[in-house]
């Protein structure tokens, strides 16, 4: 299990609707500095107590906070997390306290699991990636990093997730299969079979678009 430090303080990296949702989920448990986003206006049409304190790119890490990810395209989340690293900047690994983990259950850096998502046993999560709310993960997968699986995605056990899949809402994969880097999975899709390249899949069964 992860433990949280709550008198952390975090910066959002990103301000669009995934980071406000992150932020919904952190203000109770950590010290919520704001936000970082080349778009310096993105939060003015809503009612935020924290603000855009500075854009990505002008951004100086300090030692005392951490940045959780709040980007979902895994092209452009690899980006920003290798211009920040290099910056000196550290990320919080984030695990709502109503999911579940079960045994063995590894976690690498910046990986953000949202609420009621279930991990059950012997599973990894490579760096960066995210798991949105309400989204299962078997037994024995294999996730790489920088990929982001979105809501009520059902994934069985044994399955191989390759780095930078994006997988969206309500897909399903059968167990045991692998899943190429940079491979897309369509919201709605049911993977019957192994993805062995870099392409979009949708439908049911999945078929490349």
């Known amino acids: 299990m992860v433990t949280m430090d709550t008198s952390q303080k975090v910066i959002i990296v990103g301000a669009g609707g995934l980071s406000r949702e992150l932020y919904s989920w952190l203000k109770n448990d950590f010290q919520v500095e704001g936000f970082i986003d080349d778009n310096l206006k993105a939060l003015h049409e809503y009612n935020y107590p924290a603000t855009i304190i500075s854009s990505i790119e002008d951004y100086s890490p300090s030692n005392d906070v951490k940045l959780v990810l709040g980007i979902m395209n895994p092209c452009t989340k690899k980006i920003v997390v290798e211009k920040l690293k290099a910056k000196g900047a550290k990320f919080l690994t984030f695990v709502h306290s109503t999911c ?86 369509g919201s709605g899709s049911v993977v019957v079979g192994n993805i062995s390249k870099p392409v979009s899949v949708f439908g049911n069964p999945a078929r490349v678009l």
């Open 100 to 185: 579940i983990l079960g045994e063995n259950v590894k976690l690498g850096e910046g990986v953000v699991i949202c609420p009621l998502a279930v991990l059950t046993c012997d599973s990894e999560i490579g760096d960066f990636s995210f798991i949105n709310v309400n989204s299962t993960l078997g037994h024995d997968c294999r996730v790489g990093k920088y990929c982001s699986i979105n809501s009520k995605v059902e994934i069985g056990g044994g399955n191989t997730i390759g780095k930078e899949v994006l997988i969206g809402s309500r897909a399903l994969i059968l167990p045991g299969k692998k899943i190429s880097d940079n491979a897309t999975v």
